[in-house]
């Protein structure tokens, strides 16, 4: 199985559930979530929590607009991004 099973009697509307379309619930916090209905059973769906984007490529094309030389701060600004990134 790959995919995560809810009870349909959590989902709200359920009489309008199809497989292969994409849903927004509240969970018992009020957190919005959303879902990919893989398969539609009787009394569970099994639902996968990815972005619809997961696992697909992406390309960018972008433009240089400016280049200049950086300053002291911009060093450290990188500097310190550069270090939050790696859990510094």
Do not use: W
């Not at 989902?11 to 893989?38: A, P, Q, T, V």
């Amino acid at each position: 199985m790959n995919g995560y099973k809810i009870s349909i009697s959590d989902l709200s509307h359920s009489e309008r559930l199809k497989e292969g379309k994409y849903y927004e619930e509240f969970d018992s916090n009020g957190k919005l979530i959303k879902f990919y209905l893989k398969e539609l059973h009787s009394d569970y769906v099994l639902a996968d929590f990815n972005h619809p984007a997961a696992g697909k490529s992406l390309v960018l094309n972008g433009t240089i607009s400016e280049v200049k030389i950086a300053s002291m701060q911009d060093i450290l600004v990188a500097m310190n991004a550069n270090q939050c990134a790696e859990g510094g």
